[in-house]
């Protein structure tokens, strides 16, 4: 099986670089090139390739929007992001635009991007190893972030706080605490923030939820 490979950059001297780093390999096919994303949307739509090859930063249409519009026409072409940038940002909005492999122009040999292509050829993902570490520490942050939110229990709360969290789920409004409690509205306003912060409430909702949960107030 020879596998079709569509190649995206806006720059020329990296698409022949790339198409000479795959000429003479049996199984890969160079079936056409674009220097934009909206250009390589309309060939792949003419004639869908087995891999599209691309930047993730061009004009008129970047990668990650062409993997987005090829997802969204049901397009049955693998994406692989070939790019000089590997931050987070771009590199998980391109797998959520459903790329299917990242690599990066630094660091890529022959020998890896071919076993990129047949990878994904086969269904299956394909990041760099400098990739890879990027995605694990962020992994890692998110996992350590959340094992540390598990641990803060209603022992966390001072005691104003937690009678300003009682209140507030027993439905006063902050000039009723305020006034309850003896303290100004921004006093009250000041509280509420630190409590949502260090639980990462996201609204007043999951502040009493957690109070009901906790036992702080009962219905």
């Known amino acids: 099986m020879t596998i079709s490979i569509l190649l995206v950059d806006d720059h020329q001297i990296i698409l022949d670089g790339i198409k000479q780093m795959l000429e003479g390999e049996s199984s890969i096919c160079i079936c056409a090139c674009a220097e934009n994303g909206k250009q390589a949307l309309e060939l792949a739509q003419l004639n869908p390739p087995d ?21 969204k026409m049901d397009i049955p072409s693998k994406v692989i992001v070939l790019s000089m940038y590997a931050s987070e940002d771009y590199i998980f909005k391109a797998i959520q635009a459903g790329a299917k492999g990242y690599l990066t122009k630094q660091n890529t040999t022959k020998e890896e991007l071919i076993s990129a292509i047949h990878q994904i050829v086969n269904g ?6 400098a990739v890879a570490s990027i995605m694990m520490k962020n992994y890692v942050n998110k996992a350590q972030k959340k094992s540390n939110l598990e641990t803060k229990t209603v022992e966390s709360l001072t ?16 000039q009723e605490i305020a006034d309850k409690l003896c303290i100004s509205n921004r006093t009250v306003d000041a509280h509420k923030n630190n409590i949502m912060q260090k639980f990462e409430f996201k609204s007043t909702v999951d502040m009493v939820k957690f109070a009901i949960k906790n036992d702080i107030v009962t219905l």
């Open 51 to 71: 891999v599209i090859i691309t930047d993730v930063s061009m004009p008129d249409m970047n990668g990650v929007e062409l993997c987005e519009q090829i997802q």
């Open 124 to 129: 299956e993902e394909y990041y760099s190893p």
């Open 159 to 174: 005691t104003r706080e937690r009678e300003i969290l009682k209140l507030y789920a027993e439905g006063y409004s902050n």
